[in-house]
């Protein structure tokens, strides 16, 4: 619980986020600590390039037919750190064994999903005061840690994320995830920036994303498209926090520049709601999910 803990926004800040669903907190992580991140993130992927991949991701991630491997890679990945690939990462060579093709900078999409909980470095930044203040100042009662990621959409190699709500992966009843999303670097329309469709919040989830049998399945509750010409670009200097309504429309350009856009997010939901059971994430008794 996060009772007694200091208050982060300001009532502008507040406002600003019940009102467009987002908020931008320049400056909220400090220098010294984005070092840690970053520095931390290099270690773990020259630990990959120097031959510490999981067992299996080769032939996970070797052709795009392997769905149902990706599928499984993707579906226990609730509590544990584990690597996904860009496309074309691997092939196969003549033998059919699978090799990487592409230097490891240029072949992860991002780590997931337990970061928070299972490296230091990163459950000591989740779980720091500043961030339980914010999480307090939105409403929170019985926050709870569900999900980590970093994000590497490496230059010239990051692809689009198409215009979704977290809301739709990761549902309670009532909704309650809250995303946060730390720039890592500075990000900007060249490089792929996120950017939200403001007070698009109010219409909820229009798509629901779960399990069902051994895979998952999308249902469609609006079929409305986005109005993709209503997203404004949320351009961020290394350092700043995007807090964002679970069910705010978001959306990231692919990366055309030479310049990384490194990221780190952070999902909450409240202990208080129900978690679905056909949510693709599910946490595993060994590793019950935790608040700060
Ligand atoms: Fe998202």
Known sequence: MTDGVAGVLDNEQRQHFEQHGYVVLGGFVPDDLLDDLRTRIDEMVVGYA??????????????????????????????????????????????????????MDQALNKLGHAMHDLDPVFDRFSRSPSMAGL??????????????????????????????CDHSFLWTEPQTVVGFWFALD???????CMWAIPGGQTGGARTRFRREGAGTTTDVLDPTPYDMDALVPLEVEAGTCIAFHGCLPHWSGPNTSDQPRLAYTLHLIDGTAHYSADNWLQRSPDLPLRGF
């Open 135 to 164: 999480a307090a100042d939105l409403g929170f009662v019985d926050p709870l840690l569900l999900q980590s990621m970093v994000i590497f959409k490496p230059p010239r190699i990051g692809g689009e994320v198409i215009c979704h």
């Open 186 to 192: 500075d990000a900007t329309i060249n490089n792929g």
């Open 50 to 103: 120097n031959g510490g991949l999981p067992d299996g991701a080769a032939s996970v991630f070797s052709t795009t037919e392997q769905t149902h491997a990706q599928d499984d890679w993707f579906l226990t990945s609730a509590d544990v750190i584990r690597p996904f690939f860009e496309d074309g990462a691997f092939a196969p060579d003549g033998d059919g064994v699978s090799h990487q093709v592409v230097p």
